[in-house]
């Protein structure tokens, strides 16, 4: 079955400091891939996506992720993170009209 | 103008009564959908419409019935409302590209629904 993976349920950087959050996900093909943001009490904002071509791929808010197709994982990274990113970060892949949501990350930035 | 808009955003309301929540994109988009996020953050489809028609139903109790009357909205009325739908209710459209699956989602603001 098709399934995404996101093993860290919560994060805690140093504001600063640099992040990676993980995807894996489960399918026979390459999904669209996705990273949605979430911040307290609003709806999910695009990150940035991929679909094919480059498989790194630039966001808003100086995100960026790679895909590695040989360990079907999108992982997400920021050089240097702020206050403000810290939210619940969602992977999704998509295929055809199904969209399979991870589960989250909680990313929590400290001072 | 907001892209995708649901009303309202607060509902608390007594089980086994009936509710309905509307949702609308002003997008263009061809697709629409039902999530719901429980209390830990997981955020699972429930319907998916593209071009008025329902495509996905991922086995969701027949008390939930969705509803698009055009491209531009799609509403959710639940009938006996129990206290596990209690849960934040999101609407996202989209736009299917042809090819692999659908573009970026653009959600809306949630409905935060509260079963007593």
């Known amino acids: 079955a098709q399934s995404v993976t996101q093993p860290d349920i919560h994060i805690t950087v140093s504001e600063g400091a640099s992040l990676e959050l993980r995807c894996n996900y489960s399918?026979?093909?390459?999904?669209?891939l996705f990273w949605y943001v979430q911040s307290p009490g609003q709806g999910l904002q695009l990150l940035l996506k991929?679909?094919?071509?480059?498989?790194l791929v630039q966001g808003i808010k100086g995100f960026e992720a790679e895909f590695k197709r040989s360990q079907s994982s999108f992982n997400l990274r920021k050089p240097s993170v702020h206050w403000s990113d810290a939210a619940e970060y969602f992977c999704a892949v998509v295929w055809g009209f199904k969209t399979i949501f991870g589960a989250g990350t909680r990313l929590f930035v400290k001072a | 103008d907001t892209a995708v808009s649901q009303t309202p955003k607060y509902l608390v309301t007594q089980m086994g009564n009936d509710k309905s929540i509307k949702c609308e994109q002003n997008?263009?988009?061809?697709?629409m959908y039902w999530y719901k996020q429980d209390s830990k953050k997981f955020l699972k489809i429930m319907f998916s419409?593209?071009?008025?028609?329902?495509?996905i139903n991922e086995t969701v109790p027949n008390r939930f019935s969705p509803k698009s009357p055009d491209k531009a909205h799609l509403n959710l009325h639940i009938n006996s409302l129990e206290l596990g739908d209690s849960a934040v209710y999101f609407c996202a459209s989209s736009q299917f590209t042809g090819r692999g699956g659908t573009d970026t989602q653009y959600f809306g603001p949630g409905t935060r629904l509260t079963v007593l």
């Open positions: 419409y593209n071009n008025k028609e329902l495509i």
């Open positions: 997008l263009g988009h061809d697709t």
């Open positions: 399918y026979g093909a390459t999904p669209y």
């Open positions: 991929y679909f094919s071509g480059d498989t």
